[in-house]
């Protein structure tokens, strides 16, 4: 009889093997392992230890599985948000606005061509560097403004 005493891997085993053929008494010896078997028939504190694992398996056997009853796939899917339209109508927008924007600037440029030269012609530097100053601001802030609100509203339809 060997006198060391069961390895874990032994004693849940024999748990394991108790508990698949639903008897309490005595365990089951391991395949090829008489040795182990006469040991724990004779060791109170090895068969302690299968007692413990054997309560351990027990309840986990008694813990109601997680069951993924039905089609998972289609549950995911149907949790996961409608998919979003590829088609950008406020970029399409902002592009029409700025295209009518350029072709109106260009077409009045071209049709008032003569009288801008003439009211240019008579312009200081000073006068004109004011006139761009005032021009650019202008253009800053409403594109900050316009800006900001287009993320406002892309904020209150993003959800
Ligand atoms: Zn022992």
Redesign the pocket.
């Known amino acids: 009889m060997r006198t060391e005493?069961?390895t874990e891997e032994e004693v849940q085993q024999y748990a394991l093997d108790a508990a698949d053929s639903g008897s309490t008494q005595p365990p089951a010896p391991i395949s090829g392992s008489t040795e182990a078997t006469a040991?724990?028939e004779s060791?109170a504190?090895?068969q302690a230890r299968v007692a413990d694992y054997r309560w351990l398996f027990a309840g986990i056997r008694q813990q109601p599985r997680p069951s993924f009853e039905g089609n998972l796939a289609a549950m995911v899917v149907a949790q996961l948000p409608p998919p979003k339209l590829r088609f950008s109508w406020s970029a399409f927008f902002v592009t029409l606005l700025i295209i009518d924007g350029a072709g109106g600037i260009a077409i009045g440029c071209y049709l008032f061509r003569a009288d801008l030269a003439a009211l240019f012609a008579g312009f200081s530097y000073a006068f004109g560097y004011l006139i761009a100053v005032a021009v650019t601001t202008v253009i800053l802030f409403q594109s900050l403004d316009m800006y900001i609100k287009h993320q406002k509203k892309m904020r209150s339809l993003d959800f």
Do not use: V
């Open positions: 005493h069961l040991h724990l060791c504190q090895c």
